[in-house]
């Protein structure tokens, strides 16, 4: 080769597209490949070569690998701003397709699919189909893959070709290349669909299991993820798979380890053998924590695995605390990752190792890192009674120092001490008054005058110390007003003296008169009605004693911790959060199925819809629009109802007596989130799904009996919820012997029971047995099954009803990813959910529909949407009698929109 | 899967980008700069950005090597060890093709880097990044840059420093490469490179010591033949006991206990329980034959002892000694020592001993540390620093604990703390007359010293 490649970067004085034209039409075979390594250095450049299309197309019939790859790689390019002039490459892939040197054939096969221009589509079946049962195994895998890309552009075609039956031969393949890539391929199809496309059988399993010891390194990431959506039948076979999978522990690519770890993980709920289960504990302990001696990119990545994991399986790691100690050169966002996993760790038996780590972390220079650790001891203290008075002591050393963001964390965290453990360390308070004055940041602000105020009868000069604060009381954040209020209160109710009189006076009128803050003048008003009225009944009320907090900071929701360990080894795993609240693909290619269109219960339903179930629960597709409402926010925001409340509330209602179980079961057909995994509920698990069907609710249940014992006598209660849900009739669930399921469809009345408040969707269940314990689960209401098949308005009396409401009316959100591709499509499915069309105008490039829709009471939604089609971004405008619900709205809507 | 694969240099500039879905739009690569250059957490001030984030539902995935950035992007719920991985694997296949990874390496390059990146990854799935398999596909011809100034890459490039045995043309060789004689040189490196982190408590006692190794091997033998290597004999893996290891010398030859190791994939384990050898045929390129890791006790090289204490009015005196404790024929170099010093110091003034060489001490005013680096220090022997220093004001009395501690960096050639050790390399080939070059190779290297104060 001569000279540099980086000279073709150059340009010239001539015009270079011309140039490079007549390079490109050379006599020359050597001139013509510097030609096109010049187009497509150009290229990469992001300058526009695109007119030389049919000149570089014309280097595509060579017998020249290099050049010939050179010209497909612009191919693939430009062919979809070139539709026409790219039919002109069609000829020579087919030929290509068919060369007697495999390389030839693959990269052929796999250009085609590059090309996503649908005249091209057509001619690549007939290649595709041959490729797929190539002789040699690089065309095989590369047709494997191919059948992916087709898919995508076109997943009908696959289906009408036969080919998804191609790629599952293929997993029988000899070659383990060809096997990974079908299972890839696969994986991602039924991914996208709504069928049942890629079922792991037991029979598949096995032999997945015996081509994974000769599959290379990726090929073992892409079997093990498709297996882990596997549900062994009972702890035997479990136990089976685990060994297979143990080796995979020792690989040495972390991928390889995480995706095992993942896999045993899964078994290991239905292993009953605490034996077994402890023995497997020991084995994983050592891999993963080698994990932590890669780049350090891995290693946080496998730190926010583990940090997952030890809140399952705590002991896993309990004796390897001090692999998790900072080095000194980690990168930050691994150090602060190893900080939360110590506290994690953290026991009566290792806290003095710990805090001497701690104690050294806040004397480092990274500001985030010190307050972080200056929070741990904290947290430590907090969580392990004996060892707070330790952690106590390392904090006071912290103080003396001095450092002042230091200072203003510990007493932070201090306040959190006294919260937990009331009237036992008031002795450092005097310490802490030493540093008043260097407080300038709120949270420490407001955490020291709280203090004051809780423990003021022990203060002396309480009085001085809080007067100090009052004179810049307008210019303080609210957080500090707020707590400035209270103290000066509670100091007021302990010492009715003149000194705190004079202050209650100041500061009420600053916090009332003076101030735009409407939490911060109600309160005021609160206390000083109190005050003025009944002084006794203001000190039960601001001196009530305080529930003891516990340390929940770091600690995540049971359902979306089951959800998050499921996903151990996906990007899910590493921001903590389920993958429907990130994952947003913008093309979608998918014939779903609405509810409405569920096949109704044939007989052959029992053993379907408990495999639809298992995969269901692990693609992302499936749960964007079923999992419950907790498992979906990261903040816990309705957090679980006490137990006894719930139970009180269910027997104390009289409309609807617990519904005893006597008729057989209908089975039922979609894939149903779960709402109460097996491992909760002792081997029984429940999916739900509120459904609507020929105008009326019901509630679609999943019974799948994981336990050992039969059970029996089933029966459901609902909690008050903001529709008044209740069940209309029994349930009907036969016995359900060990291993077996069964569905129903439960019909369901409206406003029978009804809470107050604003509205929310959340759903409290409890379903009770003969054998088990009532089980109480949450799920959610989804708005869309409430649309009524009435809700279409006439034109004109949408545009009556729209200038007849307010604009407090009117609500408004944006919905960044979600994208319209096609209107017709889209029009069919909102219609399907009984959201009607009414009109639709342009305005500027963007495309403005209206839509009407109502629920039941007749409370009607009339709906706006802008957005320009095929363009990330919608913003929606509802106006209705009931704007509370919008929230509601807004979410069904996303449903709809995402499907 | 993933969607685009790029690598910008350290300034941004996009020198590689490959889209394989189509899925992410295209201003990904400025997305992603603008958010990793910039990165800001809870409104905190500027942080190092995590090497997996999301931006507006796209996920970016990076990690740096040879100061470049190694990037993909995706849409769905993947393995990030996987995508981590692959980056890694992807920087270590390029490597191997060009000989040197940089931005003029690369951009030289491109139409191979691309020919490389189509093989390795069709519609987002990893196909192969084996060397050896890439092979067979790879057409274009590498093409060298100046090896001279580049930094080099990879654990093997610490041999290229200093040492004179050698060879350093070897290691920028690419895997494809012609030697300019037309006959390739018949040579194979095994190279044991340990990291060790120890951290002392300001006793002088060892709070945590850890090894992590990894035998690196690079392959230029031609026919591939198997090849045999055996470790200790004595070598256990999985610790049973706790506190029961004995100390042991880290030059003897007893008994090595593994916390945990792990094999590449070409190794195959047939009679490693028994007699503890490796069977492998060396892939092309460079790899890792086995990684492990070790916290059974071991001798650390260097023992650090540092002093603060006030020295009259706004004054204090810094003493650091570093005591070598190994073997005298065995040099360590590129030493550097550094400590925090408190924040009001203003100025330092240092003495080293007399008759040093090689060494210098300076007080980095902006990050307020001082620095110590030596050239070489020789096994046994003892340095010593001596600091004076001058603050702005008061101290608050505790002047060592707004001190410190002391971090060391350090390479030792042809040492190392596990006594893990190569007890043969054996080539499985007949002829008599063969006999290649074989490289056996320790180096030991400071990961996180630390000594507290």
Redesign the interface.
Known sequence: MSGHDSKYFSTTKKGEIPELKEELNSQYKDKRKDAVKKVIAAMTVGKDVSSLFTDVVNCMQTENLELKKLVYLYLINYAKSQPDLAILAVNTFVKDSQDPNPLIRALAVRTMGCIRVDKITEYLCDPLQRCLKDDDPYVRKTAAICVAKLYDINAELVEDRGFLESLKDLISDNNPMVVANAVAALAEIQENSSRPIFEITSHTLSKLLTALNECTEWGQVFILDALSKYKAADAREAENIVERVTPRLQHANCAVVLSAVKMILQQMELITSTDVVRNLCKKMAPPLVTLLSAEPEIQYVALRNINLIVQRRPTILAHEIKVFFCKYNDPIYVKMEKLEIMIKLASDRNIDQVLLEFKEYATEVDVDFVRKAVRAIGRCAIKLERAAERCISVLLELIKIKVNYVVQEAIIVIKDIFRRYPNTYESIIATLCESLDTLDEPEAKASMIWIIGEYAERIDNADELLESFLESFPEEPSQVQLQLLTATVKLFLKKPTEGPQQMIQVVLNNATIETDNPDLRDRAYIYWRLLSTDPEAAKDVVLAEKPVITDDSNQLDPSLLDELLANIATLSSVYHKPPDAFVTRVKTTVQRTEDDDYPDGSESGYAESSSHVADGVTSPQASSSSVPAAARQADPAPAPAPVPDLLGDLIGLDNSAIVPVDQPSEPAGPPLPVVLPASTGQGLQISAQLTRRDGQIFYSLLFENNSQVALDGFMIQFNKNSFGLAAAGPLQVPQLQPGASAGTLLPMVLFQNLSTGPPNSLLQVAVKNNQQPVWYFNDKIPLIAFFTEDGKMERTSFLETWRSLPDSNEVSKDFPGAVVSNVEMTLDRMAASNLFFIAKRKHANQDVFYFSAAIPRGVPFLIELTLVVGVPGVKCAIKTPSPEMAPLFFEALETILKI | ?ISQFFVLSQRGD?I??RDY???VQKGSTETFFRKVKFWREDG??E??????F?V??V?Y???KVAGLLFVATT????????V???L?RIARVIKDYLGVLSEDSL??????V??LL?EVI??G??????TEVLK??I???P?AVDTARLPPLGPAAIFMQGSKRMPGTAVTKSVIANEPAGRKREEIFVDIIEKI?V?FSSSGYI??S?I?GTIQMKSYLSGNPEIRVALNEEMSI?RGG?SLYDYRNSSGSGAVIL???????SVRLDSFDMDRTLTLVPPDGEF?V??Y?M?QEFRPPFRVNALIEEAGNLKAEVIIKVRAEFSSSITANTIVVQM?LPKYTTRATFELEPGAVGQIADFREV?KKLEWSLKKIVGGSENTLRAKLTFSQES?G?IT??SG?V?MTFTIPMYNASGLQVKYLQIAKKSSSYNPYRWVRYVTQA????A?M
């Open positions: 899967m996009n590689v980008f879905r189509g899925e905190q001030e942080a190092q950005a995590p090497p997996v999301n507006d539902g996920n995935f990076h990690v849409r769905v719920n993947v393995s990030p060890s996987l981590l991985e692959l890694q951009r030289k390059n491109f139409v191979l691309y020919e189509d069709d519609f799935y990893v196909q192969t990044t084996s067979s596909y057409f274009n011809e093409i982190s951290t709070l945590t850890e992590d999985g706790r916390d945990d190791c792990n094999f590449h994939e890792p086995m990684n890791r916290t925090p990050s608050h505790n604990k707004e501690p971090s990961n996180s010293y630390v507290r």
